[in-house]
């Protein structure tokens, strides 16, 4: 009797993961398909008149490359700032007691609350006043250390032990090292949880990049991406539907690499790091 549930809950678990994995493997088996065929025969797949033309044509069509380009730099800065300064200020909330502690940390989280666009305007105005348009100051310092992440890391902390700190202090350390010697050890599932997320959000951030940056030297890969049939039918005269289908789905394909390595590789310590957030403080 033990064994049907678990029967019927593996089968039911390689449905749905076959239902996710199914808009993938189309999308990058269609990728590999002549562009009319995509259109005619959508279903169809025939692996000996697979070619690689509309990734040839996709990057002479597309600045696939400056977007790539931008988002790993944009990745890299924003993405440290957030896994740098979201830790310290959770260790702050997580583990000191001071005048309006919990006002500001009630502050922080209302700050969830408010949309992404409502904030556009305001922030795309300062970033004008500044003269950040078309800049990676733009791109990165606005939304680099962001409410959740420090949510995420102060729930985290929470559950470190007090006599693990108390103890470091009667040894001489002081607070910085306790929180790089003690603490970063400790929550280093849940960095790594934060640390997929983040790449994540950067990664697929749309709305931001497109309002700030109107240079295409300065887009990133979303935004590339978003504009392909523009640039295709710009830098092809007499492109017609299907070629636009085909090179759309290579771009796509190509965009979505990175992303599923990120997710296997980090897969384990994204579980635990869920997990260790579940934590309550």
């Not at 990676?136 to 729930?155: K, T």
């Not at 050890?185 to 640390?195: D, E, F, K, Q, Y």
């Not at 590339?224 to 289908?245: E, K």
Request: charged residues 10%; proline residues 5%.
């Amino acid at each position: 009797m033990t064994r049907r549930p678990a029967v019927a809950s593996h089968v039911f678990l390689i449905v749905l993961t076959a239902a996710f994995l199914a808009p993938v493997m189309w999308a990058l088996l269609s990728s590999l398909k002549q562009p009319a065929t995509i259109i005619t025969d959508p279903l169809g797949f025939d692996p000996g008149a697979f070619t690689l033309g509309n990734y040839r044509a996709m990057f002479e069509d597309v600045p696939i490359a400056s977007g790539f380009l931008n988002t790993a730099i944009v990745l890299v800065l924003k993405g440290g700032l957030t896994l740098f300064f979201a830790p310290l200020a959770g260790f702050a909330f997580a583990k000191y007691r001071f005048a309006g502690q919990n006002v500001i940390f009630g502050a922080v989280l209302l700050t969830l609350m408010l949309p992404t666009i409502v904030l556009v305007v305001p922030l795309l105005l300062q970033m004008r006043e500044l003269g950040w348009v078309n800049t990676y100051q733009a791109l990165v310092l606005p939304g680099a250390v962001d409410a959740f992440a420090i949510f995420w890391m102060r729930q985290v902390i929470a559950a470190v032990p007090d006599e693990l700190l108390d103890a470091a202090r009667v040894d001489g350390c002081g607070e910085f090292r306790i929180f790089v010697s003690i603490v970063m050890p400790v929550i280093r599932p849940g960095l790594a949880g934060l640390a997929v997320l983040t790449v994540m959000n950067i990664y697929n951030d749309f709305v931001w990049p497109v309002v700030v940056t109107s240079q295409e030297s300065m887009q990133t890969l979303q935004v590339v991406l978003a504009t392909l049939a523009q640039n295709i039918t710009g830098n092809r005269i007499g492109a017609d539907f299907a070629t636009v289908w085909g090179e759309l789905l290579a771009a796509s394909s190509i965009a979505l690499v990175p992303l599923l390595v990120v997710f296997v590789l980090l897969q384990r310590h994204f579980i635990n790091g869920i997990l260790a957030g579940s934590v309550k403080g």
